[in-house]
């Protein structure tokens, strides 16, 4: 082939690869613009993570959570108790296996959360900001594969996502009612989780460094907002008075628990956060963040708001993590929620002057990224493409539950139609699994956290008909705080193996009182 050849063949593929970008560009603006756009962008991401929570089990943490929906309360061990009660209303609605109410619960919570998502970007900016707001979120692996999964966060982020609302409504009005609801949803959200406590931080410290607020401090529906939250969570506070404070107890010590290390968490979290809410979308604003260029000038009322509700929150996880025993990268959650909206309207805003092939490959990067990051967590799931040993195989935790469950059934028929009330494991996470599981869910028990057995205490546990499950390097020293507890042997039945496509992922003891 000629050189001039080449050149003219380089042309012609040049020029289409425009014209497809061009066609590409134009297809995505209609779909912005489109009336439909919200409807689409809801059931797509509806359907797509339905079937993967289809293909995946009950996570553990969300099956302890169920087993807290079966004795609802104003308040659990470690949480304040939304998830449970959410858990119990779906679960009632649905008249179907639990399994599959709370598969369908969280995924559409996880819609609902999205759908308030936009309508906040509508309300600060427009709808198509709010659109790439919906885009840029459904393009992490939280807001998209974290949709699976029913926890904790779920219902704090619908109120904060509400709270971020009422005060778009009150920039664009003054009407001091504005905050009057808000104060309801804080409430809300703290009956949640604790930490939406920080809404109010946020909101203290932006009325401090935006004098223009400053006049709230004289506001009485400032404070007004703050004893309706209380009122709103005060049966929940009267719980921990009446149960030694147990849950507010449990929060402070996992929040400044005294890490060792020089850093404490504060490197994994840092890290962590990068790849939870996309390495891609995370990088480019932070540079335009910090470099200045994320936010217009003057600093108008709206940016300044969404700066102090998305920083003060990953300002003070940051500083927690120094001295925290733990420090999860999810928690960042409602920063980005401001960051991200900030990042969106910055994309619209400046479209005109910045590369479309640039705005174009960020979103094809982040979301190519997004999805092999999922596929190689099915791969694993599934087929145990890289051949880690189970105990340490995290994925082994999303699948095969039902063949465990099925498993343990039949070895209980076997054994005299033994119908245990309790299932009692060291970790609470594979009591709370086989409680789901099991064909007459029995309550769970554990050894390892005695304080999350308020349901199942020992004088119940010990009168009644109960097994011990546990994985086989664990049970002899179950069957020791057992005997030690109940004063009666643990007699073995039978071992079992699951296996899921050929690879074993759980091996499992089952024993019964002697």
């Known amino acids: 082939m000629t050189v001039v050849k ?28 489109s009336d439909h756009v919200l409807k689409w962008l809801l059931l797509f991401h509806f359907c797509i993570w339905m079937i993967v929570s289809l293909i995946l089990d009950i996570q553990p943490d969300m099956a302890d959570h169920w087993v807290w929906s079966r004795r609802l309360d104003w308040g659990y061990n470690e949480h304040p108790p939304m ?27 996880s819609t609902l959360i999205l759908s308030l998502a936009y309508k906040v970007g509508v309300s600060f900016f427009n709808k198509e900001t709010a659109v790439l707001y919906l885009l840029i979120l459904e393009g992490t ?6 949709s699976v999964f029913w926890h904790i966060d779920q219902f704090y982020m619908v109120f904060w996502l509400l709270g971020l609302l009422s005060f778009s409504r009150y920039l664009q009005t003054k009407n001091l009612n504005y905050i009057l609801l808000f104060g309801v949803f804080a409430g809300f959200g703290a009956v949640s989780k604790y930490i939406t406590l920080l809404f109010y931080f946020s909101l203290f410290f932006w009325c401090i460094f935006d004098q223009r607020f400053r006049p709230l401090f004289l506001k009485w529906q400032t404070y007004a907002a703050g004893l309706i939250s209380f009122l709103v969570f005060s049966p929940v506070f009267i719980w921990n008075a009446v149960n030694d404070w147990t849950s507010f107890r449990f929060q402070f010590k996992k929040g400044v628990g005294g890490s060792e290390a020089i850093l404490g968490k504060l490197l994994e979290l840092t890290i962590g956060h990068l790849f939870v809410f996309s390495l891609i979308f995370t990088v480019i604003v932070w540079f335009l963040l910090i470099s200045g260029k994320l936010i217009s000038r003057p600093v108008s009322e709206k940016y300044s708001f969404l700066l ?17 025993t733990i420090a999860e990268a999810h928690w960042l959650n409602t920063s980005y929620f401001s960051i991200f909206l900030l990042l ?18 960020s979103f094809i990067s982040a979301y190519l990224l997004n999805y092999l990051i999922l596929a190689i967590i099915l791969l694993q799931v599934l087929f145990r493409m890289i051949p ?12 095969a539950w039902d063949h465990s469950a099925k498993q343990i ?5 076997q054994h005299q139609n033994y119908e245990p009330e309790y299932v009692i494991s060291r970790e609470y996470q594979l009591s709370g699994s086989l409680s789901l599981y099991m064909a007459t869910h029995p309550l769970s028990h554990s050894l390892e956290k005695p304080e999350r057995n308020k349901w199942s205490p020992d004088e119940a546990v010990k009168s009644s008909q109960y097994i011990l499950v546990c994985v086989p390097k664990d049970c002899q020293k179950a069957r020791n705080k057992i005997f030690k507890k109940f004063g009666k042997e643990m007699k073995p039945l039978e071992d079992i193996e699951t296996r899921l496509n050929g690879y074993p992922v759980r091996q499992l003891s089952v ?3 002697n």
């Open 308 to 324: 102090a509700a998305g920083l003060v929150p990953l300002l003070f996880f940051s500083l927690s993590s120094l001295r925290g």
């Open 409 to 413: 059934d039949l070895i209980l028929e």
């Open 6 to 33: 080449k050149k003219s063949m380089i042309v012609r593929l040049k020029s289409f690869s425009q014209q497809k970008f061009k066609a590409t560009i134009s297809m995505i603006n209609k779909l912005i613009q």
């Open 141 to 146: 692996p939280y807001f998209s594969m974290g």
């Open 511 to 513: 024993y019964v009182p």
């Open 344 to 361: 969106a309207n910055y994309l619209i805003e400046k479209r005109q002057t910045i590369k479309p092939l640039w705005i174009n490959t």
């Open 83 to 109: 998830v449970a009660w959410m858990m119990r209303l779906v679960t009632t609605i649905l008249p179907i296996h639990p399994v599959y109410a709370l598969k369908i619960g969280a995924v559409l919570v």
């Open 388 to 399: 880690l040993p189970i105990v340490v195989d995290a994925a082994t935790k999303l699948v």
